[in-house]
Nanobody, 124 residues
Framework: QVQLVESGGGLAQAGGSLRLSCAAS????????MGWFRQAPGKEREFVAA????????WYADFAKGRFTISRDNAKNMVYLQMSSLKPEDTAVYYC?????????????????WGQGTQVTVSS
């Protein structure tokens, strides 16, 4: 049974930082592209960042470039999202997702497995 479990969400002030973690189990982690998505209240889920199976390639949504960093540790079956310079508009539930190549990393339906999400709230 595949499980993706996010952690690290919480309350942060604008300009602050948070590090999200996602622990994966039940899948061959090192063969999967890992992605982070988010969904704000009343809005559709959107792509945040993704990382290739090797970690050599990363992709970011425009709003995440320069502020967020995705990384992975295949030895620990973990993927991370370091978020800095947080803004109130970053408030959302953040989801970890896993998918196998080939996939279009920005497309929600391309990912096979999803976590339950972790809430990030940024106060002004």
């Amino acid at each position: 049974q595949v499980q993706l479990v996010e952690s690290g969400g919480g309350l942060a002030q604008a300009g602050g930082s948070l590090r999200l973690s996602c622990a994966a189990s039940g899948l061959t982690f090192s063969t999967h592209v890992m992605g982070w998505f988010r969904q704000a209240p009343g809005k559709e889920r959107e792509f945040v960042a993704a990382i290739s199976w090797s970690g050599d390639n990363t992709w970011y949504a425009d709003f995440a470039k320069g502020r967020f960093t995705i990384s992975r540790d295949n030895a620990k079956n973990m993927v991370y999202l370091q978020m800095s310079s947080l803004k109130p508009e970053d408030t959302a539930v953040y989801y970890c997702a896993a998918g196998k190549l080939p996939l279009e990393y920005e497309i929600i339906s391309e990912y096979e497995y999803w976590g339950q999400g972790t809430q990030v709230t940024v106060s002004s």
